[in-house]
């Protein structure tokens, strides 16, 4: 069975950079779309921003022009660059991939943004 693993997140002061990482492991026929989700407290579950398996990308305009969504089809990894990290990015980030046809979730990383 697919699984998919976050890792990378941490505390950055504002204005920083932090970079997830999101790897898929397991039997693994085909992955299509993936994507960032992110939930902060309180907060309904967000989509942050995805990219297709052909590299089609799109993202929140929260994040627009700050986040940059990547992925390495060999390795079944995505990633997530965040720059000018902004307090209110304070979030557990999830990604979800669409792998062997099944929607798929990570169990998410902590990122908080704090002076």
């Known amino acids: 069975q697919a699984q998919l693993a976050e890792s990378g997140g941490g505390l950055m002061q504002p204005g920083g950079s932090l970079r997830l990482s999101c790897a898929a492991s397991g039997s693994i026929f085909s992955i299509n779309g993936m994507n960032w989700y992110r939930q902060a407290p309180g907060k309904e579950r967000e989509l942050v921003a995805g990219?297709?398996?052909?590299?089609?990308?799109n993202y929140a305009d929260s994040v627009q022009g700050r986040f940059t969504i990547s992925r390495d089809n060999a390795k079944n990894t995505m990633w997530l660059q965040m720059n000018s990290l902004k307090p209110e990015d304070t979030a557990v980030y999830y990604c979800?991939?669409?792998?062997?046809?099944?929607?798929?979730w990570g169990q998410g990383t902590l990122v908080t943004v704090s002076s």
């Open positions: 979800k991939g669409n792998i062997n046809f099944r929607e798929v």
């Open positions: 990219i297709t398996r052909t590299g089609i990308t």
